[in-house]
Each structure stands twice: as structure tokens, then as C-alpha cells.
């Protein structure tokens, strides 16, 4: 069974990089056909995909976070991590990794078969 975990600080000041790291057990990152991502939820809003990392170490992001995002990964440790450069209050959300399975459907319409319990990350001074 896959399982998902993310860790990182709950807590980040504004202008400051939030960074996530996702820790992989039960499959490889890299199997063919899956895509790691990234997925948060604000407060009374719905889920918005931020991007993901495909199992050959391609990337894409959400466009209207493109320009302040990176995903890598670390294959040695099963591991991908996000990082949100000049954060706002309105990046306040639940932060969740998942993995998108291409087998089913390309992307977009891939289904999410696993995910992580999510973490809260508030952006505040």
C-alpha cells in the first residue's frame, strides 16, 4: 500500500518561502506512469493543484503559480518537495501531496488514488 507524508514548518512569515517535503513509502516516485503533486485547500475554498513531478523528473505547474514554484525530487530517499517563494496570507491552506495515476487518464483527468493526510501551513507575521 502507498503511503504519503508531508512535513515541513506550519507556519511562515509573509514574503518567505514555504517548503514542503512529501515522503514516499510502499513505490518508487519513479514508476512509470504516476505524477507527484501537489494539492492545497484554503479555508472554505475548494482544492486548487498546484503541480506536479512526473516519474521521469519532468515538471509543470499550476500558470498562475508558475512563477513562484519548484518541484524536485530526491529518488534516493523517495521524496519531493515544494517550495512557494514570496508567500501571502492568501497562500494560507491545507497542503496535500497525491499521486496522480496515469494509467487511468492523462493529465488532467487523472484520478488522485493516494494521498497524504495534509498539513496546515499559515502564512502570518
Known amino acids: 500500500q502507498v503511503q504519503l507524508q508531508e512535513s515541513g514548518p506550519g507556519l511562515v512569515k509573509p514574503s518567505q518561502t514555504l517548503s514542503l517535503t512529501c515522503t514516499v513509502s510502499g513505490g518508487s516516485i519513479t514508476t512509470n506512469f504516476y505524477f507527484w503533486s501537489w494539492i492545497r485547500q484554503p479555508p472554505g475554498k475548494g482544492l486548487e493543484w498546484i503541480g506536479y513531478i512526473g516519474y521521469s523528473g519532468s515538471t509543470y505547474y499550476s500558470p498562475s503559480l508558475e512563477s513562484r514554484t519548484s518541484i524536485s525530487r530526491d529518488t534516493s530517499k523517495n521524496q519531493f518537495t515544494l517550495q512557494l517563494s514570496s508567500v501571502t496570507p492568501e497562500d494560507t491552506a491545507v497542503y496535500y501531496c497525491?499521486?496522480?495515476?496515469?494509467?487511468?487518464?492523462?493529465?488532467?483527468?487523472?484520478?488522485?488514488?493516494?494521498w497524504g493526510q495534509g498539513t496546515q501551513v499559515t502564512v502570518s507575521s
Open positions: 497525491a499521486r496522480g495515476d496515469g494509467h487511468v487518464s492523462s493529465w488532467p483527468s487523472y484520478p488522485y488514488d493516494y
